[in-house]
């Protein structure tokens, strides 16, 4: 207890009346943004705009990331099955123009059709687990007039659909892709006749809960960008992280190596269906191999005590000796490692000793190992 | 000047008041908001976005208290602002998952007496929600009441969060002491 009431009054001391230096920066736009009339609103209101655009940017870049992915998976697909060439290139550069449409333009696409085609009375799940971007699009504006099929019929519109959940292996099979959800129609809906319809009849839209993700795997740390494929009048969602956005289209950067199950909420005036995805962030960073024994004679042989690191970004090495207690080797740089003497340039003596070794990986994921390494001096 | 004059100043707009108390009082508001940020020019974000704040909201600091106190809770609520707009705060993370980096980049400077630079280091590498109920509560002086009504969590997930928070930095402190000293008795 002794130990808290010190962390705390040491803490407490050091920052109550810390300063630190400041960028002269601050003090012009400052100046700037209480003299433009409006003051810090107007200077604020700047300020997010370019927030905004560097976001789109992002955003761009984001779907130009995953459709690179997704070629790239297709080359390698190429390579490994040895399908024709030109049938494969010509599926590929069709799944990439629809990867874009899919982003920008699905939505509206769907949606649309589904006003067209408001005829049908029942609730149906698309659910193509292996179906390419292509095949996904029309399964989705084609959606209603197959609906009876899946049989899941709704005749009350507070009825909650069994959200539909997927889960992919890491196989270059697995679409980058996917689109699945669950819909729910209004049993008030009718039989749009003009194509234009409003707003005031958002009520009577079939509610959906589509999730689209432009990807669902890949190594930490893993951006993925969201949207709602089905119509809804407002969202949220929940990225199983224990993040929450209520945007139409968030972009969420998973840090961490996992499987998050992201759930969507779609609400309008009738009720709320959900629809949920998992995604998969694999880590790739690791420590492996730390020896137990080394010993230091200058044969060549294991006279260094280090272990290998994967993707690792920082790293802290501490050595201590169990007999006489206290640091003997301490480093911090990737590169580091014992080689078996004390600080003071001594050869420490043969025994055992311990290890600490806290690293960060560049996914995020901490890595702590704690051990003994016995050192040996053989003549 | 004194600081009740220097707040009338700013409320009739001021320039050279204005400038004034920007020079008295950002340095150590920048102190503030580089505890809540984990980069400066993060912390320099929610500096220049408070002080704009402050300017606009002078009148309504009525002398009862501190001008600095009054400010320093403005930059709080800019910094949290700032935070829940810009950060997960992962206010959920589970403790295991979490453990204390000597970054290889900025080897701590103070030796066997830690500085400043040194704490502020350590707080910093802090998760943003653990960072964040560490500041408001042992170095701000908020209860754990007006924590979860500020960060919309329950006082008991503050309190976890806190401890959570205390128990990495000891940690972290008898680690470097270690270092330093000789190795704790866990081993």
Known sequence: MKNTENIEKLFKETFEHFEADVNPQVWATVQSGIN??????????????????????????????????????????????????????????????????????????????QRQKQTASSVHTSNPPQADNSQQIQNVSGSIDNATSTGFSS?????????????????????????????????????????????????????????????????????????????????????????????????????????????????????????????????????????????????????????????????????????????????????????????SGDDAPEGVYIYSIQALGIDGVPHYEKGTITLIRKP | MTDEELARGCVSKNPAAQKLLFERFSRKMMGVCIRYADRTDEAEDMLQNGFIRVFEKIESFRGTGSLEGWIRRIMVNESLTHLRKNKIMKINIDIDDVQFMISGNNPLTGGENLNEKDLLKMIQQLPTGFRTVFNMYAIEGYSHKEIGEQLGISEGTSKSQYSRAKIHLQNWLQLEKASFEQVDNRH
């Open chain 1, 36 to 113: 433009s009339g409006l003051g810090g609103a107007a200077s604020t209101a700047a300020k997010f705009a370019v927030g905004k655009i560097i976001a789109g940017a992002a955003a761009v870049a984001v779907v130009a990331g995953s459709v690179w992915y997704f070629a790239s998976n297709n080359n390698s697909k190429i390579n490994s099955t040895s399908l024709n060439n030109k049938k494969q290139t010509e599926a590929t550069s069709k799944d990439i123009s629809q990867n874009i449409l899919s982003e920008n333009q699905l939505a509206e696409n769907s949606s649309n059709t």
């Open chain 1, 155 to 343: 005749s009350d519109n507070s009825a909650t659909p069994s959200p539909s959940e997927h889960k992919y292996g890491k196989g270059s099979d697995a679409p980058t892709s996917l689109i699945r959800g669950s819909q729910i129609q209004n049993s008030k809906s009718k039989p749009s006749k003009d194509n234009s319809t409003s707003d005031d009849q958002d009520a009577d839209q079939p509610l959906t809960a589509t999730i689209f993700a432009n990807t669902e795997s890949g190594d930490a740390p893993l951006t993925v960008t969201f949207s709602n494929q089905g119509i809804a009048s407002s969202l949220s969602w929940d990225f199983g992280d224990g993040s929450a956005s209520r945007e139409n289209f968030p972009s969420h950067v998973f840090d961490k190596s996992g499987t998050y199950v992201v759930t969507l909420n779609a609400k309008n005036s009738s009720g709320s269906v959900s629809d949920k995805v998992t995604i998969e962030v694999r880590q790739i960073s690791d420590i492996t191999n730390i020896p137990n024994i080394f010993t230091p004679n200058g044969d060549g042989e294991n006279d260094m005590f280090f272990f290998e690191m994967k993707n690792i970004s920082s790293i802290g090495v501490a050595i201590y000796s169990q007999k006489e207690g206290g640091l003997v080797c301490k480093w911090n740089s990737l590169d580091g490692s014992w080689n078996g003497k004390k600080m």
